[in-house]
């Protein structure tokens, strides 16, 4: 029984932390301080929800605990140089009294969205903003952020640590920028929102291969940034790309949980709403001149999928050509691997199994548990069984998904029933 709540409270913290830890920002401005009282109303939860149960609405809970923690840190610290006005007036904003200046911001009212801007700033390195972003809003842990980035825990806990500190020492505001300034930070902002969205739509680690609500949270900050910035195209590219991609979510895993891969889905279950969304939003990105963008044209590939409402429709040529382009914009191993896949549904596998052989050695894919899946659902196609079981389970070791563990597992199975 204990254990059920536990799994719940994890549960829960994912969904919620992200809120309870940017209301606190906006409170005591310092998201380092803000964290801590957020995980301390976590530890609190832990110890009193297995004795009395899960409250009715656990996010309320959470907030309420650690605005008492809030009010007693401010209590007894004083806030050292600050006068006694000032501790009342931020006592009375942890009770519920609404800021004095609800509209600082341009009226955007959104406290998650300050967060993310917040740990966007310039003042942090490029690989910080993104590792910030995804512990506070995304509720990754250490070890989730280090497997998405493939690199070392200990690095990543480095850069957590010195980003909070940055931010304090550098004062940096709680808000959402405007004019120039938001323009400037963006494409960080940007990137953020979409590794968020990939978490959820392929979880790096746990028992579950989707975690929706994270899918929906980047979704709902992307399409606050396209009001925000109307003229960006790749704002658009990107809510283009998460409003396709999330539109196969209720056909990409079984009853129990178990993954459907692409090729395998029941399209009727696909949400054609979302993908008339994504398709307009990529009309507009095109509109703007922005076809180009990396995510433009990511979401140009989602879309030749969308369009095709059997898996032998796809136009695996413009495909293809799509990813082609893409490796010119925005180079990476990933995007290679990719293309392979591309390459082997439109020329055959033997000819995807060469540019794969060619990522091998590539050492940033070292730790990528996708490289030897694909290579093995390539050897599979060419009746090379036994290579393609290797390559599968070795795939299997790599993921700290469990329910792409099972998957990989399954498949590494079927070669040898077939063999």
Same mark, same amino acid.
């Given at each position: ?141 250490t070890g989730e952020i280090a497997r998405a980035f493939l690199v070392p825990e200990p690095t990543i806990a480095q850069r957590l640590v010195r980003a909070k500190r940055t931010l304090t020492e550098e004062r940096v505001p709680f808000e959402v920028p405007r ?28 028992d579950d291969w989707l975690r929706p609500a994270l899918c929906e949270e980047a979704l709902r900050l992307g399409r606050i940034l396209a009001e925000l910035a109307p003229d960006e195209p790749e704002v658009h590219g990107l809510v283009a790309l998460m409003e396709?991609?999330? !539109? ?6 079984? @009853? $129990?949980?178990?993954?459907? &891969? *692409? =090729?395998?889905?029941? %399209? ?21 001149g922005g076809a180009r963008g990396p995510y433009a044209l990511q979401a140009a590939i989602a879309a030749c999928h969308a369009r095709a409402r059997v898996a032998e429709e796809t136009d695996w040529p413009r495909i293809v050509g799509l990813y082609e382009t ?37 050492? !940033? ?6 490289? @030897? $899946?694909?290579?093995?659902? &390539? *050897? =599979?196609?060419?009746? %090379? ?35």
């Amino acid at each position: 029984m204990t254990a059920d709540i536990n799994r719940s409270i994890d549960a829960i913290w994912k969904i919620e932390s992200a809120r309870v830890i940017s209301g606190l920002t906006r409170i005591v401005r310092d998201v380092g301080v803000a964290e801590d009282l957020a995980q301390d109303a976590l530890v609190a939860a832990l110890e009193e929800w297995p004795r009395s149960g899960l409250p009715e609405n656990p996010g309320a809970w959470l907030m309420a605990a650690s605005r008492r923690r809030a009010i007693d840190v401010l209590r007894r610290k004083k806030l050292q140089k600050r006068k006694h006005e000032e501790i009342g007036r931020a006592i009375e904003a942890l009770q519920g009294v609404p800021p004095e200046d609800p509209g600082a911001d341009g009226g955007v009212g959104d406290d998650i969205l300050r967060l993310v801007f917040m740990a966007c700033h310039p003042a942090l390195a490029p690989e910080a903003r993104v590792a910030l972003t995804l512990r506070l809003v995304g509720g990754l842990t250490t070890g989730e952020i280090a497997r998405a980035f493939l690199v070392p825990e200990p690095t990543i806990a480095q850069r957590l640590v010195r980003a909070k500190r940055t931010l304090t020492e550098e004062r940096v505001p709680f808000e959402v920028p405007r004019g120039g300034e938001l323009a400037r930070r963006l494409s960080s902002v940007l990137e953020v929102v979409y590794l968020v969205f990939n978490e959820g739509y392929s979880a790096t680690a746990g028992d579950d291969w989707l975690r929706p609500a994270l899918c929906e949270e980047a979704l709902r900050l992307g399409r606050i940034l396209a009001e925000l910035a109307p003229d960006e195209p790749e704002v658009h590219g990107l809510v283009a790309l998460m409003e396709i991609q999330a !539109s196969r979510s209720a056909a990409r895993t079984a @009853p $129990s949980g178990e993954p459907i &891969l *692409l =090729f395998d889905q029941d %399209r009727s279950r696909w949400d054609y709403l979302l993908i008339r969304r994504g398709l307009a939003a990529l009309q507009r990105t095109e509109e703007l001149g922005g076809a180009r963008g990396p995510y433009a044209l990511q979401a140009a590939i989602a879309a030749c999928h969308a369009r095709a409402r059997v898996a032998e429709e796809t136009d695996w040529p413009r495909i293809v050509g799509l990813y082609e382009t893409l490796t010119r914009v925005s180079p990476s191993p990933v995007v290679e691997l990719n293309r392979a896949v591309a390459v082997s549904m439109a020329s055959g596998p033997a000819e995807g199994l060469k540019r794969v052989d060619a990522l091998v050695s590539e050492r !940033s894919l070292k730790s990528y548990h996708l490289l @030897p $899946s694909v290579r093995g659902d &390539l *050897l =599979f196609k060419l009746g %090379r069984l036994d290579e393609a079981r290797a390559e599968f389970e070795r795939a299997a070791k790599m993921t700290q998904n469990q329910r792409e563990r099972d998957l990989l597992l399954k498949r590494a199975g079927e070669c040898r029933v077939s063999n």
